[in-house]
């Protein structure tokens, strides 16, 4: 139960509910006050229209209240006659003129404010309450009172008081109030309803994405979450979502190729060595011809750990493993793998030209931020691989050079190039061109690990046919900060 009560939809419907409940009680809290005030000012206004009706019909002579006849004749209503008004006339001091026989001998009192009318003019309106007797005995509730001071020649000064009983006012509010009280529980159940229903419809689409995404697999990569036409968050979402299984896809794909790679590649060596061994094994053979065969075979061992190499380091490229820079010079860098690549240069007869970053005196040398054992590995495998390409006694060519806050090295050879329809390819993984019947040299791996080194360095590589015959690979690395 716990449980559900965590889930998005509980919490959506809730935050509907909250919402619709605040605002349906303020609502509904400004509608009863706004109607309790208008009856409340009705019934104000009903009293003073009847205190005005009243000043109208009196004509007072030596104090006494006498009824008015109308131009047709007739005799006017006696005010002092309704029984629902109480009337009571005083003098300026207070003293009781007249009053209605409706209130026998009570009194209407008269307060410091209602005196203040004789000053401002104004009728003052007061509800009275607890009066102690001094109030008409058929009335239990609280009374409204207005009075207001009358000065004219030809009537006197005089304070008429008109009181009427608040009882329908109060009666009409209680029974406002009662039918909120009825209204406003219906009103937040069926927005609880509405709420947990807004809120199922409003996931909807993402419960559709869950139901799909539960059925996707490693066998069923290729397919995808279908995406509604809508421009809204939850398309945005899908949209991202398939983007990330393709990329998903992809990789594991990748991943898929690299391990059949891996495994051909290993099967070839171990299969060498498995084969010498039985050879080996099955009958007794001269000194010279175990030596020869353990020869063959540390060979073979020293080509299973040159491909155990490469493939660490295009894992620790490939895998995006954050480095942790230091400055590394350029020239250093280049040099190194130079010296590294030379028994291999001259066992092919093929000479290696370096050409680095000249400075004055006074200017430091050219550095990269970044990882020296990577970067030289990088330019030794860049450097072999031209090596082996290179016809014999022909040169190779290190160039560096500065191109707008970034090193630029250029490792050209004088070889046959690459088919236009390779140069994408070559520095995938395992990729080598076949030339023939030749076997090519190598792993495959040299080109991979070059172009893996230099993205983690955040630069970029490129290899190019050059118009006077062979190929160029260009490595593009951004300078440090102080060096640039």
């Not at 030596?62 to 006339?89: C, H, N, S, W």
């Not at 996931?203 to 059925?215: K, N, Y």
């Not at 004055?360 to 550095?367: A, I, K, L, V």
Request: glycine share 6%; aromatic share 4%; net charge negative.
């Amino acid at each position: 139960m716990y449980q559900h009560f965590q889930t998005l939809r509980f919490r959506i419907a809730a935050l509907y509910f909250l919402v619709f409940g605040v605002i349906l009680i303020i609502l509904c809290g400004l509608i009863l006050q706004v109607r309790e005030q208008q009856l409340r000012q009705d019934f104000d206004e009903r009293l003073t229209n009847r205190a005005e009706t009243i000043l109208e019909v009196i004509s007072i002579r030596g104090v006494r209240a006498i009824p008015v006849t109308t131009r047709r004749g007739k005799r006017r209503p006696d005010p002092f006659a309704l029984d629902e008004y109480y009337v009571q006339i005083l003098s300026p001091k207070g003293e009781v003129l007249e009053h209605s026989p409706n209130m026998k001998d009570a009194t209407l009192p008269l307060s410091e404010d209602a005196r203040a009318a004789r000053r401002g003019g104004v009728p003052v309106l007061e509800t009275l309450t607890g009066l102690n007797g001094q109030r008409p005995s058929d009335e239990d509730g609280p009374l409204r009172l207005l009075t207001l001071f009358q000065d004219e020649p030809e009537v006197g000064r005089f304070y008429l008081q008109v009181a009427l009983s608040l009882a329908p006012v109060q009666s009409s509010i209680e029974q406002l109030r009662s039918l909120f009280l009825v209204v406003i529980p219906l009103a937040l159940v069926l927005a609880a309803g509405g709420s947990w229903l807004m809120a199922r419809r409003s996931l909807a689409p993402i419960a559709q994405i869950v139901r799909q995404a539960r059925e996707l697999t490693a066998a069923r990569l290729d397919r995808r979450i279908e995406t509604r036409p809508a421009k809204d968050e939850v398309s945005e979402m899908v949209t991202v979502i398939n983007e990330m299984l393709d990329r998903l896809e992809s990789a594991f794909r990748s991943q898929e190729r690299f391990i059949a790679d891996v495994s051909h590649e290993l099967k070839t060596p171990l299969s060498v060595l498995l084969g010498q061994v039985q050879v080996l094994l099955q009958q007794p053979r001269p000194i010279k011809e175990h030596e020869r065969f353990v020869a063959s075979i540390e060979d073979e061992l020293r080509q299973l750990a040159r491909l155990a190499d490469s493939l660490l380091v295009w894992s620790r490229a490939e895998s995006g493993i954050p480095l942790r820079p230091m400055p590394v010079s350029v020239n250093d860098v280049v040099m190194e793998a130079v010296q590294a690549c030379e028994p291999l240069a001259e066992t092919r007869e093929v000479r290696l030209i370096p050409s680095l970053v000249l400075t004055d005196s006074d200017e430091p040398e050219p550095t990269i931020a970044g990882d020296p054992a990577l970067l030289r590995v990088m330019m030794e495998n860049l450097i072999r691989n031209a090596i082996r390409h290179a016809p014999i006694g022909s040169a190779v060519d290190v160039v560096l050079e500065i191109h707008n806050h970034h090193v630029g090295i250029h490792v050209r050879d004088a070889g046959p190039g690459i088919p236009e329809e390779h140069l994408e390819h070559v520095f995938d993984r395992f990729f080598r061109i076949h030339r023939g019947q030749e076997q090519p040299p190598g792993a495959g791996l040299g080109l991979a690990i070059a172009r893996g080194v230099t993205r983690l360095h955040n630069g970029s590589i490129a290899a190019a046919n050059r118009a006077e015959g062979g190929c160029e690979f260009t490595v593009l690395i951004p300078l440090s900060p102080a060096a640039a």
